[in-house]
Nanobody, 126 residues
Framework: QLQLVESGGGLVQPGGSLRLSCTAS????????IGWFRQAPGKERERVSC????????YYADSVKGRFTTSRDFAKNTAYLEMGSLKPEDTAVYYC???????????????????WGAGTLVTVSS
């Protein structure tokens, strides 16, 4: 059983940066696609990014492209979401999710992901 724990959320001013971590335990993340999703109050869950097991397989939502970067450290069994130039509309609970087989993240089908973390709150406000 794979367990995912997000960390790194908090309060940041507009224009600031944060790095979220998604640390896995129980199984290796090496063969999993990692997706970052977010859900703002009163809104539907939104796919933010996807990163596959191989290089060059990153996806970003248009709303974060050029500001967010996803990466992974296989040795640490951890994935990251570097968020820069943060805007108030980036305020949300951010979740990481993992899928071993399939293309749910790339297809925008969050319900197809195999494992989810509990989420970490990011608040962008002055």
């Amino acid at each position: 059983q794979l367990q995912l724990v997000e960390s790194g959320g908090g309060l940041v001013q507009p224009g600031g940066s944060l790095r979220l971590s998604c640390t896995a335990s129980g199984l290796s993340l090496n063969l999993y696609t990692i997706g970052w999703f977010r859900q703002a109050p009163g809104k539907e869950r939104e796919r933010v990014s996807c990163i596959g097991a191989s290089a060059g397989s990153d996806y970003y939502a248009d709303s974060v492209k050029g500001r967010f970067t996803t990466s992974r450290d296989f040795a640490k069994n951890t994935a990251y979401l570097e968020m820069g130039s943060l805007k108030p509309e980036d305020t949300a609970v951010y979740y990481c999710a993992a899928e071993q087989y399939g293309s749910s993240c790339y297809m925008g089908y969050g319900n197809g992901m195999d494992y989810w973390g509990a989420g970490t709150l990011v608040t962008v406000s002055s």
